[in-house]
């Protein structure tokens, strides 16, 4: 083997050596070394200031990988020497070998006469064989090493290996952010790998993927691949139920943004005083309860899609904020001072006429000029009835997966005719529920959905109490329609307030806002009730 000359530990190095003082070096170069979590960056800093202290022409830092049996150039730093990152594979056995070792101090070597460092020698291609070599490690375990060069023999003495002990903990400590940098990339990586796999699996091809695509949502299709490449402002309409939120799925998923974020919002359900700080996000301190600052969905949403479900039940104050985003795509928390730009495409949806609210004023035109470049109209079920069919074994299969039956039943002859002359109030909506339903009562043999009646037969029914109910039997959200609508009428079409009908029904006045808009009762609005 080669000589390797050990050094004497961090014994100060004095000025008459010709160099600083061990304070001073010691808080100079773990300030150059830690400023940066991009090790190129900081290692050149150091380099800088060590070529002032020692002979030197290039530092390398690497680590030993023993996952991987090989060592690996972390990065370095040279005047004059381009190394790429490098892995060194090891010969068998000689971790063993250097764990024997057990490097600890700094030392100067001549890696090519060196048996175990010679394994260093591909990665340290520079004029000159003799080093001086700093061990680093991180709770005491050796993990890899800091390298100085210099041309020609004999560069390093006694006083360098003294200076050079100084290095080992800073050195470390840079080594360590570095490598558990690389391990947040690594999953990082790993999960947007993940993301798009998940995407692909749930969506595949977005477009192609809805049932009806063909045929009664044909024109509802060409208009999704017509806007999708680009980035406008879509509005989508159509009734509850009707699978707004599939379109804007397929809008997204088949953009050049079906790698970012698709971020929901049902801006009906949202509190009215939580909504701007759900939506902008709030500064710490903005109000009683804001101990850190939140991101909102704006701001989750930048580099992909935002979709603001029934954004006709957005408040006056949310409607301005919304516009200032349309217009210069910018948010600002509630409680913040400065704009924060935002990359999002924003998709809206509602069951509303917004033209009717705005001459009612209570929704704002700039607004809905914004929103309605481009509008969407998804058909009812009623207008595309050649749908029913297929969307009824899609919900029967996947339903029956849901509840656990191993092999979905099959259809009645006549059910799907049965389906298809039924108005559907609910929409697909309905019918998924309706199937679920079918599904639980189901008893072996054919699902022949003999709890539906046609539309003629269906409205000349008694909806009062008594006998004749058994007659047919009504769905869930038929029977809660039927209650509601009658406390409406207890309450003088009041929902707010004391006497108002949510107080009756005990819930949420928001809430039942919500179950009224999805049975398609209609109610006086909020403007209309204050008035009243």
Known sequence: MGT????????????????VGRDEFIREITLRICSSLEIKKSLLSAFEYLKEQFPLEALVLFIIDERLGAIRRIEHASENVALPPQLVPLPEGMLRKIAARNFSEPFIV????????????????????THLIVPLRIRGELVGGLTLHASGEGRYGEKHLELAGCLAEPFAIALANTLAHEEVLRYQAILLDDKRFLNRELYGDAADGIIGGNTGLRNVMEMVRQVAPLNSTVLILGETGTGKEMIANAIHFSSPRRNGPFITVNCGALPENLIDSELFGHERGAFTGAVAESRGRFERADGGTIFLDEIGELPPNAQVRLLRVLQNREVERVGGKRPIPVDIRVIAATHRNL????????????LWYRLSGFPIIVPPVRQRKEDVPALTRHFVTVRSMDLGIGVPP????????????????????????????????????????????????????PLDAGNNRSLYPLNLDEANAVHISEVLKLAKGKIDGPGGAAEMLGINPSTLRSRLDKLGISYRRRGRESKG
Do not use: C
């Not at 009717?356 to 704002?364: A, H, L, P, Q």
């Not at 298809?420 to 529920?433: A, H, I, S, T």
């Open 410 to 461: 099959s259809i009645a002859p006549g059910a799907l005719q049965r389906l298809m002359e039924y108005d559907w109030p609910g929409n697909v909506r309905e019918l998924e529920n309706l199937v679920e339903r079918e599904l639980i009562l189901h008893r072996g043999g054919p699902l022949t959905f003999s709890t539906i009646l046609p539309v003629s037969e269906h409205r000349n029914l």
């Open 110 to 129: 001549d890696i090519e006469k060196d048996e175990i460092l010679g394994a260093l020698a591909p990665m340290m291609k520079v004029e000159g064989n």
């Open 4 to 19: 390797i000359t050990e050094g004497r530990g961090t014994a100060s190095v004095e000025s008459d050596m010709g160099m």
């Open 355 to 366: 033209q009717s609210m705005v001459v009612e004023g209570s929704f704002r035109e700039d």
